[in-house]
């Protein structure tokens, strides 16, 4: 599932967070891990990555990683805030410098005309600021809904990391 433009932006994190001496941790739901395996497929990404949390369930987001859980009644899963929320609990949690998380509808069902198959939201926590990306793939398959998310968190990593 992993291409060589996302295997080149893992690098690319990997080589840019060693730079920085910055680490980071992953906390994923739609892409169930993804990210974090695309960062391990690079050699020496221990120095950079604590881990990943896969967060699948509501449940778990609030057990793993301190999602309110009525944060997630209110807004849905899938929203702004929660993935605001995962991306800075798992900071918290982990006690890294970045965090990046991603929340989204992959198909093929559980969309709707308020989130369709294909949404995903973003965010990015650091000691400084928490930052929110929203995509609307579109009804691309799972598959690819899920490789389109790595790519764009993978780039969210590299613009927080700076040049």
């Keep these: 599932m992993l291409d060589t ?3 080149g932006l893992a690098r690319k994190v990997n080589d840019r967070l060693l730079l920085a001496e910055k680490t980071m941790v992953t906390a994923e739901s739609c892409t169930g891990g993804l990210v974090a395996a695309a960062l391990t497929s690079v050699a020496g990404s221990s120095a950079i990555l604590y881990g990943g949390f896969v967060t699948y369930a509501n449940e778990a987001k609030t057990a793993m990683i301190s999602v309110p859980a009525d944060l997630i009644a209110r807004h849905g899963a899938v929203s702004q805030e929660v993935a605001r929320a995962m991306a800075e609990g798992a900071r918290r949690t982990a006690g890294v ?3 990046i998380a991603i929340t989204g509808i992959a198909g093929p069902g559980g969309g709707s005309d308020e989130k369709p198959i294909g949404l995903v ?3 990015l926590a650091t000691a400084e ?3 929110h990306r929203k995509e609307n793939f579109g009804d691309l398959g799972r ?3 899920r490789q389109e998310a790595v790519r764009v968190a993978l780039e969210m990593i590299l613009d ?3 040049p």
């Design 143 to 145: 598959d690819r809904i």
């Design 160 to 162: 927080a990391c700076g």
């Design 97 to 99: 410098d970045l965090a």
């Design 5 to 7: 433009e996302t295997l």
């Design 121 to 123: 939201h973003f965010g």
């Design 129 to 131: 600021n928490t930052i």
